[in-house]
Nanobody, 123 residues
């Protein structure tokens, strides 16, 4: 299984940005995909997760109402739409996937990881 995250870049506070995670190498119908982020000097934290079917999702309190996660099974892509970005959203964002039926916020439960993509939000 390979995961390719993309879409990072530099934005200003209040702007929007969309991150994509493209998966390949397996059938993902029984997978969940999570987005995590790691800010400088901090531990990696859960941001959002979704079942591949798109029927269930979860968000960290810090992004709830601003971020939206979605899945496109036909394109094997999970998208994280980030609105009203804040400087504290600055981090390297990672997508991860694992065979599961429930979404875990624990990074150690995810089997596959993509390379991160850096999002920088200036004030």
């Amino acid at each position: 299984v390979q995961l390719q995250a993309s879409g990072g870049g530099l934005v200003q506070a209040g702007d929007s940005k969309s991150l994509s995670c493209v998966a390949s190498g397996s059938t993902f119908s029984r997978y969940v995909v999570g987005w995590f982020r790691q800010a400088p000097g901090k531990e990696r934290e859960f941001v959002s997760g979704i079942s591949w079917s798109g029927f269930i999702n979860d968000y960290a309190d810090s992004v709830k109402g601003r971020f939206t996660i979605s899945s496109d099974s036909a394109r094997n892509t999970v998208t994280l739409q980030m609105n009203n970005l804040k400087p504290e959203d600055t981090a390297v964002y990672y997508c991860a996937a694992t065979p599961a039926i429930t979404i875990s916020r624990n990074e150690y439960t995810y089997r596959y990881w993509g390379r991160g993509t850096l999002v920088t939000v200036s004030s």
